[in-house]
Protein backbone atom coordinates (compact mmCIF):
# COMPACT_ATOMS: atom_id res chain seq x y z
CA UNK A 1 0.00 0.00 0.00
CA UNK A 2 1.35 3.52 -1.17
CA UNK A 3 1.28 6.61 0.74
CA UNK A 4 -1.14 7.98 -1.49
CA UNK A 5 -3.97 5.13 -0.30
CA UNK A 6 -3.09 5.97 3.69
CA UNK A 7 -3.91 9.81 2.66
CA UNK A 8 -7.11 8.90 1.13
CA UNK A 9 -8.44 6.98 4.48
CA UNK A 10 -11.06 9.81 5.40
CA UNK A 11 -12.19 10.64 1.91
CA UNK A 12 -15.60 9.47 0.60
CA UNK A 13 -15.95 9.48 -3.03
CA UNK A 14 -20.36 10.18 -4.17
CA UNK A 15 -20.98 8.53 -7.62
CA UNK A 16 -24.55 8.77 -9.25
CA UNK A 17 -25.47 9.63 -5.15
CA UNK A 18 -24.02 6.60 -3.85
CA UNK A 19 -20.74 7.18 -0.89
CA UNK A 20 -18.05 4.82 -2.01
CA UNK A 21 -14.86 4.95 0.70
CA UNK A 22 -12.09 6.96 -0.94
CA UNK A 23 -9.00 4.63 -0.06
CA UNK A 24 -9.81 2.02 -2.83
CA UNK A 25 -12.63 4.34 -4.97
CA UNK A 26 -11.23 7.11 -7.27
CA UNK A 27 -13.95 9.53 -9.53
CA UNK A 28 -11.58 7.43 -11.96
CA UNK A 29 -11.99 3.99 -11.25
CA UNK A 30 -15.50 3.90 -10.85
CA UNK A 31 -15.61 5.45 -14.59
CA UNK A 32 -13.60 2.50 -15.56
CA UNK A 33 -15.71 0.10 -13.90
CA UNK A 34 -18.65 1.31 -16.01
CA UNK A 35 -16.87 1.45 -19.30
CA UNK A 36 -15.51 -1.86 -18.64
CA UNK A 37 -15.48 -4.34 -21.55
CA UNK A 38 -16.44 -7.57 -20.34
CA UNK A 39 -15.05 -10.79 -21.81
CA UNK A 40 -17.32 -13.70 -22.47
CA UNK A 41 -14.91 -16.05 -20.55
CA UNK A 42 -14.98 -13.43 -17.49
CA UNK A 43 -16.06 -14.52 -14.15
CA UNK A 44 -18.16 -11.74 -12.27
CA UNK A 45 -18.71 -12.21 -8.78
CA UNK A 46 -21.31 -9.81 -7.09
CA UNK A 47 -22.67 -8.94 -3.63
CA UNK A 48 -23.21 -6.35 -1.70
CA UNK A 49 -20.81 -6.28 1.13
CA UNK A 50 -20.70 -9.04 4.10
CA UNK A 51 -22.62 -10.82 2.11
CA UNK A 52 -20.48 -13.73 1.50
CA UNK A 53 -18.03 -12.15 -1.12
CA UNK A 54 -14.87 -13.31 0.38
CA UNK A 55 -16.32 -17.14 1.03
CA UNK A 56 -17.51 -17.35 -2.89
CA UNK A 57 -13.83 -15.69 -3.77
CA UNK A 58 -12.65 -18.65 -2.44
CA UNK A 59 -15.11 -21.15 -3.43
CA UNK A 60 -14.28 -20.10 -7.36
CA UNK A 61 -10.84 -19.91 -7.07
CA UNK A 62 -10.90 -23.43 -5.50
CA UNK A 63 -13.34 -24.70 -8.22
CA UNK A 64 -11.16 -23.49 -10.92
CA UNK A 65 -8.28 -25.27 -9.28
CA UNK A 66 -10.21 -28.33 -9.09
CA UNK A 67 -9.66 -28.47 -5.16
CA UNK A 68 -6.05 -27.54 -5.61
CA UNK A 69 -5.14 -24.46 -2.72
CA UNK A 70 -2.25 -23.73 -3.66
CA UNK A 71 -2.99 -20.39 -4.92
CA UNK A 72 -6.16 -19.54 -2.76
CA UNK A 73 -3.22 -20.62 -0.04
CA UNK A 74 -0.29 -18.20 -2.19
CA UNK A 75 -2.06 -15.44 -3.63
CA UNK A 76 -4.41 -12.58 -1.67
CA UNK A 77 -8.14 -12.41 -2.46
CA UNK A 78 -7.93 -9.07 -3.84
CA UNK A 79 -5.37 -9.78 -6.52
CA UNK A 80 -7.07 -13.26 -7.52
CA UNK A 81 -10.37 -11.63 -8.15
CA UNK A 82 -9.74 -7.88 -7.89
CA UNK A 83 -12.61 -5.56 -7.28
CA UNK A 84 -13.80 -3.89 -10.23
CA UNK A 85 -14.23 -0.60 -9.02
CA UNK A 86 -10.89 0.09 -6.85
CA UNK A 87 -8.43 1.62 -8.13
CA UNK A 88 -5.80 -1.09 -8.76
CA UNK A 89 -8.18 -3.13 -11.04
CA UNK A 90 -7.16 -2.66 -14.20
CA UNK A 91 -3.31 -3.05 -13.31
CA UNK A 92 -3.86 -5.93 -11.87
CA UNK A 93 -5.91 -7.85 -14.61
CA UNK A 94 -3.07 -6.62 -17.04
CA UNK A 95 -0.55 -8.15 -14.84
CA UNK A 96 -2.16 -11.57 -14.84
CA UNK A 97 -3.95 -12.41 -18.21
CA UNK A 98 -4.81 -15.74 -17.48
CA UNK A 99 -8.72 -17.16 -18.78
CA UNK A 100 -11.07 -16.76 -17.28
CA UNK A 101 -10.78 -13.82 -15.28
CA UNK A 102 -12.40 -13.36 -11.91
CA UNK A 103 -13.24 -10.30 -11.05
CA UNK A 104 -15.52 -9.24 -7.62
CA UNK A 105 -18.08 -6.17 -7.44
CA UNK A 106 -20.12 -4.26 -4.93
CA UNK A 107 -21.56 -1.90 -7.66
CA UNK A 108 -25.51 -2.38 -8.38
CA UNK A 109 -27.08 -3.72 -11.46
CA UNK A 110 -28.08 -0.18 -12.60
CA UNK A 111 -24.11 1.42 -12.57
CA UNK A 112 -22.94 -1.97 -14.15
CA UNK A 113 -25.47 -3.11 -16.57
CA UNK A 114 -24.71 -1.24 -19.30
CA UNK A 115 -21.21 -2.88 -19.37
CA UNK A 116 -22.57 -5.98 -18.67
CA UNK A 117 -25.05 -5.83 -21.99
CA UNK A 118 -24.93 -8.74 -24.29
CA UNK A 119 -22.35 -10.22 -22.49
CA UNK A 120 -21.54 -14.18 -21.66
CA UNK A 121 -20.00 -13.57 -19.05
CA UNK A 122 -20.96 -15.73 -15.94
CA UNK A 123 -22.15 -13.99 -12.97
CA UNK A 124 -22.64 -15.40 -9.79
CA UNK A 125 -24.60 -13.34 -7.14
CA UNK A 126 -24.10 -14.06 -3.47
CA UNK A 127 -26.64 -12.53 -1.12
CA UNK A 128 -27.46 -12.99 3.02
CA UNK A 129 -30.74 -12.00 4.88
CA UNK A 130 -30.08 -8.14 5.12
CA UNK A 131 -30.19 -8.54 9.15
CA UNK A 132 -26.69 -10.31 9.38
CA UNK A 133 -25.97 -8.20 6.66
CA UNK A 134 -26.28 -4.75 8.99
CA UNK A 135 -25.03 -6.44 12.17
CA UNK A 136 -21.90 -7.82 10.21
CA UNK A 137 -21.14 -4.68 8.23
CA UNK A 138 -21.98 -2.41 11.59
CA UNK A 139 -19.04 -4.48 13.07
CA UNK A 140 -16.93 -4.09 10.06
CA UNK A 141 -17.43 -0.12 10.64
CA UNK A 142 -15.80 -0.46 13.58
CA UNK A 143 -12.43 -2.14 12.65
CA UNK A 144 -12.22 -0.86 9.30
CA UNK A 145 -10.48 2.90 8.79
CA UNK A 146 -11.12 3.85 6.00
CA UNK A 147 -15.60 3.89 6.44
CA UNK A 148 -17.26 6.18 8.64
CA UNK A 149 -17.80 6.07 12.30
CA UNK A 150 -20.59 3.38 12.83
CA UNK A 151 -22.20 5.79 15.41
CA UNK A 152 -24.68 3.22 17.65
CA UNK A 153 -26.48 0.54 16.20
CA UNK A 154 -30.34 1.69 16.27
CA UNK A 155 -28.56 4.81 14.10
CA UNK A 156 -26.82 2.36 11.97
CA UNK A 157 -29.38 0.49 11.07
CA UNK A 158 -31.50 3.64 10.19
CA UNK A 159 -29.01 4.47 7.93
CA UNK A 160 -28.81 1.11 6.28
CA UNK A 161 -32.63 1.07 5.61
CA UNK A 162 -32.71 4.17 4.15
CA UNK A 163 -29.42 3.44 2.05
CA UNK A 164 -27.24 6.08 2.98
CA UNK A 165 -24.00 3.71 3.92
CA UNK A 166 -21.01 3.19 1.61
CA UNK A 167 -22.19 1.29 -1.24
CA UNK A 168 -25.54 2.37 -1.13
CA UNK A 169 -28.78 0.69 -0.79
CA UNK A 170 -29.48 -3.05 0.12
CA UNK A 171 -32.70 -3.49 -1.31
CA UNK A 172 -31.98 -1.64 -4.95
CA UNK A 173 -28.66 -3.84 -4.94
CA UNK A 174 -30.28 -7.04 -3.90
CA UNK A 175 -33.86 -6.43 -6.59
CA UNK A 176 -31.22 -5.52 -9.30
CA UNK A 177 -29.51 -7.52 -9.83
CA UNK A 178 -31.63 -10.61 -8.96
CA UNK A 179 -34.07 -9.44 -11.45
CA UNK A 180 -31.56 -9.88 -13.73
CA UNK A 181 -31.58 -14.06 -14.01
CA UNK A 182 -33.44 -14.09 -17.56
CA UNK A 183 -31.23 -11.47 -19.11
CA UNK A 184 -27.96 -12.68 -17.56
CA UNK A 185 -25.73 -15.82 -17.65
CA UNK A 186 -26.38 -15.53 -13.26
CA UNK A 187 -26.24 -17.68 -11.12
CA UNK A 188 -27.66 -16.99 -7.20
CA UNK A 189 -26.29 -18.43 -4.37
CA UNK A 190 -26.86 -17.33 -0.75
CA UNK A 191 -24.75 -17.11 2.28
CA UNK A 192 -27.17 -19.43 4.36
CA UNK A 193 -26.76 -22.28 1.43
CA UNK A 194 -23.13 -21.93 1.54
CA UNK A 195 -23.38 -22.33 5.63
CA UNK A 196 -26.35 -25.07 5.00
CA UNK A 197 -24.69 -26.97 1.95
CA UNK A 198 -21.49 -25.97 1.44
CA UNK A 199 -20.86 -29.23 -0.92
CA UNK A 200 -24.07 -28.47 -2.51
CA UNK A 201 -22.88 -24.65 -3.16
CA UNK A 202 -19.80 -25.59 -4.29
CA UNK A 203 -21.49 -28.10 -6.77
CA UNK A 204 -23.98 -25.89 -8.02
CA UNK A 205 -20.64 -23.30 -9.17
CA UNK A 206 -18.72 -25.75 -10.58
CA UNK A 207 -21.68 -27.24 -12.44
CA UNK A 208 -22.20 -23.09 -13.56
CA UNK A 209 -18.76 -22.36 -14.25
CA UNK A 210 -18.46 -25.71 -16.71
CA UNK A 211 -16.25 -27.11 -14.12
CA UNK A 212 -17.48 -30.16 -13.44
CA UNK A 213 -15.60 -31.62 -9.99
CA UNK A 214 -14.29 -35.50 -9.62
CA UNK A 215 -15.43 -36.47 -5.90
CA UNK A 216 -12.14 -36.01 -4.33
CA UNK A 217 -12.01 -32.49 -5.75
CA UNK A 218 -15.28 -31.20 -4.71
CA UNK A 219 -14.27 -32.77 -1.19
CA UNK A 220 -10.60 -31.12 -1.09
CA UNK A 221 -12.97 -27.96 -2.10
CA UNK A 222 -15.27 -28.52 0.73
CA UNK A 223 -12.39 -28.91 2.94
CA UNK A 224 -10.45 -25.27 2.01
CA UNK A 225 -13.37 -23.03 1.91
CA UNK A 226 -15.17 -24.44 5.83
CA UNK A 227 -15.36 -21.10 7.76
CA UNK A 228 -12.40 -22.23 9.72
CA UNK A 229 -10.38 -23.12 7.26
CA UNK A 230 -10.52 -19.48 5.53
CA UNK A 231 -10.53 -17.47 9.07
CA UNK A 232 -6.95 -18.73 8.95
CA UNK A 233 -5.66 -18.02 5.62
CA UNK A 234 -3.74 -14.90 5.47
CA UNK A 235 -4.66 -14.42 1.92
CA UNK A 236 -8.60 -13.90 2.95
CA UNK A 237 -8.42 -13.03 6.17
CA UNK A 238 -7.38 -9.55 5.73
CA UNK A 239 -4.69 -9.76 8.19
CA UNK A 240 -2.23 -8.92 5.64
CA UNK A 241 -3.48 -5.18 5.60
CA UNK A 242 -1.29 -3.14 7.48
CA UNK A 243 -3.38 -1.61 10.65
CA UNK A 244 -3.54 1.54 9.69
CA UNK A 245 -6.64 0.83 7.51
CA UNK A 246 -7.93 -2.46 9.66
CA UNK A 247 -7.32 -2.58 13.18
CA UNK A 248 -7.13 -5.53 14.09
CA UNK A 249 -6.89 -5.11 17.91
CA UNK A 250 -10.80 -3.96 17.52
CA UNK A 251 -11.69 -7.58 15.70
CA UNK A 252 -11.45 -9.65 13.01
CA UNK A 253 -12.18 -9.39 9.52
CA UNK A 254 -13.72 -12.77 9.39
CA UNK A 255 -15.62 -12.56 12.53
CA UNK A 256 -18.30 -15.31 13.04
CA UNK A 257 -19.84 -16.44 9.74
CA UNK A 258 -23.00 -17.76 11.23
CA UNK A 259 -27.17 -17.29 10.39
CA UNK A 260 -29.37 -15.48 13.02
CA UNK A 261 -26.19 -13.43 14.66
CA UNK A 262 -28.35 -10.15 14.40
CA UNK A 263 -29.65 -11.11 17.33
CA UNK A 264 -26.99 -10.20 19.29
CA UNK A 265 -27.64 -6.83 18.45
CA UNK A 266 -31.69 -6.28 17.29
CA UNK A 267 -33.92 -5.64 20.22
CA UNK A 268 -37.52 -6.67 20.09
CA UNK A 269 -38.40 -2.49 18.87
CA UNK A 270 -35.00 -2.34 16.27
CA UNK A 271 -36.94 -5.87 14.87
CA UNK A 272 -40.47 -4.61 14.29
CA UNK A 273 -38.82 -1.40 12.84
CA UNK A 274 -36.75 -3.39 10.64
CA UNK A 275 -39.92 -5.69 9.68
CA UNK A 276 -42.14 -3.10 8.85
CA UNK A 277 -39.52 -0.75 6.59
CA UNK A 278 -38.64 -4.26 4.80
CA UNK A 279 -41.74 -5.50 4.03
CA UNK A 280 -42.71 -2.04 2.30
CA UNK A 281 -39.36 -2.31 0.42
CA UNK A 282 -39.42 -5.84 -0.62
CA UNK A 283 -43.05 -5.28 -1.39
CA UNK A 284 -44.08 -7.16 -4.85
CA UNK A 285 -40.53 -9.19 -4.88
CA UNK A 286 -40.60 -12.59 -4.14
CA UNK A 287 -37.02 -13.41 -2.54
CA UNK A 288 -36.98 -15.85 0.92
CA UNK A 289 -34.39 -15.44 3.09
CA UNK A 290 -33.56 -18.01 5.80
CA UNK A 291 -33.20 -15.51 9.20
CA UNK A 292 -32.00 -18.73 11.25
CA UNK A 293 -29.89 -21.45 11.52
CA UNK A 294 -32.92 -24.53 11.62
CA UNK A 295 -29.99 -26.84 13.39
CA UNK A 296 -28.98 -24.17 15.92
CA UNK A 297 -32.38 -23.68 16.54
CA UNK A 298 -33.24 -27.49 17.25
CA UNK A 299 -30.47 -27.76 18.90
CA UNK A 300 -31.39 -25.29 21.68
CA UNK A 301 -35.06 -26.46 21.97
Known amino acids: MSDVDMARLDVTE ?32 VSYPKSGTTWMQEIVTLTLSRGD ?35 TTHLPHHLLGPALQGSKARVIYVSRNPKDVVVSFYHFHKVANF ?44 FEQM ?53 HKKGSFMRKGQIGDWRSLFTEEL ?6 IFTSKMLGCNLEFVWENVEEEESHS
Open 14 to 45: TFHGISFPGHLHTQESLQHAMKFQFQDTDILI
Open 69 to 103: PHLSRTVPNWTRAPWLEQYYCAATLKASPTTPRVI
Open 147 to 190: LPEAGSFPEFLTRFLEGKLDFGSWFEHIKGWTAQEGALNLLHIT
Open 195 to 247: SMDLRGSIEKVGVFLQCGLQEEELSSCVEHSRFSSMKDNKMINYSLVPEEIID
Open 271 to 276: DQYFER
